[in-house]
Structures are given as C-alpha cells and as structure tokens.
C-alpha cells in the first residue's frame, strides 16, 4: 500500500508566516507518524515536505519525498494523491483546512485514514461540539458563542477568547482585567467568530484515543504543560501517559464522546480541565496530536500498528491497561 502523508505546516508554502512553536509540532508529529509506519510491513511512504525545511536525518532511501516549493500547498496534495493508494492528513483544522483535505481524498476515491470531513466539521467547532457534547450528558467547560460587536465583557473575568475552528493554543486572547478586554477591541480581535470560556483551574490533561462505528478506546491520558504568554498560552511540553485510568472515568469519557460523535474514525485528541468538580471537556481534536509523538516510548507498542489493523480490519485494538511508562516531550 502506498501511504501519502500529508502534514499541513511542513508542507505548506508560507513557511514564514508560522509560528515556530506550531512549525516544531507538526515537524515532530510528522518525523514520529514516519518512524512507526516505517514498522509496518507491506507499506511504501510518500512524504510532502517544503524544501527550506531540513532533511529527514534517519532517510534510509525508502521514503519517496515529494518537495514543496511554492505557495499553494493543496495543490501539490491534490496531485500527490493521485499517486497513492491511502493519505494520512495532519492538518490544523483552522480555516477547514482539515476538512478540505479530507474531501479531497474522499474524491478522489483514495482511502483516508482520518475522519470524514462531516464529521471533522462536526467536532472541530469548539461552540458546535460544546452544545453536542453537552446535549449528550458530557460535562463541558461552558462555551459561549461571541456575536459582535460587543461593548462589554461577554463572561466574567477571567476568561479566554478562543477561535471557533483554532488549533492548539493559537489564537488564544486572556482576559484578566478590564485593559485586557479594550487592548482586544482596540486590536480588532473580535474580527472572527470566535468563542468565551470561563478560565477554569485545576490540571490541563489531553486523552489520546482510537475511534470508530461510535465506540472509542483509550490510549492514554496526558498532561499538559501550559505556559502563559502576554495575553495567551504555550505549550510548552507534555508528559505522555502521565495518569493512570485507575477509576476508568478516563475510558469512559472516551466511550461517551465516541457515541457522540459516531462517525469520527482514528486518532482522536481530548482536550480537558481536571477540574476540583470533575472532568470538563475543552475541546475535540479530530486528528493527530502532540501527544502522538511519545505514546510509542510511553506505552512501547507502536501506535501505527493499531491504527493500520483499524483500517484493514474494523477492528478496535486491545489496548494494555498495566503500562505506565512516562515519556516529556520539551517543545
């Protein structure tokens, strides 16, 4: 099987235009998908990478590269696909990036070893997938669609602005105090539909998972190491497979969001607050995460193992409960 892989920000053209923090992710996610599909037999690799990027340093020869050069990176994946037989897509889902991947691949009758784009949509959507969540009997951190203009803090403080479809912590505004609200408005950040949430403490976690037919299993929970920055966030680093699912609340969050979104298929991130009250939903993340990098060292099974016997099978895997073997990832 001839696998394209597809990760939007390496293989984009405005390199320029990146923050370095997001261009380091998508690097390290790529680099990590390579060295486990690389275990898995009967699979050749063609890999879209923009030529001011370095190289791979573990290239063997048995990757095909495909060099990016200009500035119109779908055009490139739509020619690219063509030539395989399944596409692996990370892609942010800002700007329905994702989503449009996803379609192209649909119709060009490829296989896609991802969501379909319905449902990426479906989820990606912060104050979308707050409300399905929510009408399901899942505990959320609440979400408030911002309709502007508005004059006046829409939550009470703290809070935090976030982009309807945005992708880890970009975009993300903090407001603390009245200043920070009329600096926002003086900046014109309300220019795009864009989301409140009260600003919850506790622990910020993330579930990695496998999805499909509406059931879920988990892989592993993650702790998120968040940095404030100005007025925003960073993530600065994760310890992969940090908390044991001693209780199963972890797998049966997993269960209850798969059944809520039933046609979400693969890996799947869980962003959420562990909260003094309980566990609260932050968002959905249809596609590979950060903490995909170190679930290999963490747990010592390749994760795209699972994911290609999903794709041949129907079958969700057995997942080992007993492992808890930490992996930091420093970004």
Known sequence: ??????????????????????????????????????????????????????????????????????????????????????????????????????????????????SPALWIRRAAGKYAAFKRLTQNGIACVESHRLIGPLASPPLPMPFVIKPEDGAGCEGIYLIEALKDWELLLSNGGLGEEKVGQPLMSGSFLSLSAIFAAGQGVLISCNLQEIDRVNHGFRLKGLEVNARADTDGRFAALVKDVAATFPGLWGYIGIDLVEHAEGLFVLEINPRLTTSYVGLHQALGHNPALWLMDLLETGRLPSVPTDTLGRHHLAL
């Not at 055009?75 to 990370?90: G, M, R, T």
Request: one cysteine or more; glycine letters at 8%; charged letters at 25%.
């Open 1 to 114: 099987m001839k696998i394209l892989i597809y990760e939007h920000l390496t293989a984009g053209g405005d390199l320029k235009g990146l923050s370095p923090t997001l261009l380091n992710e998508g690097d390290v996610m790529i680099k990590a998908l390579i060295r486990d599909l690389r275990e898995v037999r009967n699979v050749e690799l063609q890999v879209l990478r923009h030529v001011a990027l370095p190289p791979f340093q573990e290239d063997h020869g048995d990757i095909q590269w495909l060099p990016v050069s200009g500035d119109q990176p779908l055009k490139n994946l739509h020619e690219a696909i063509q030539h395989a037989d399944a596409v692996w897509p990370i892609a942010p889902e800002t700007g329905r990036v994702l989503e449009t991947i996803c379609q192209m691949v649909a119709q060009q009758g490829k296989r896609l070893i991802a």
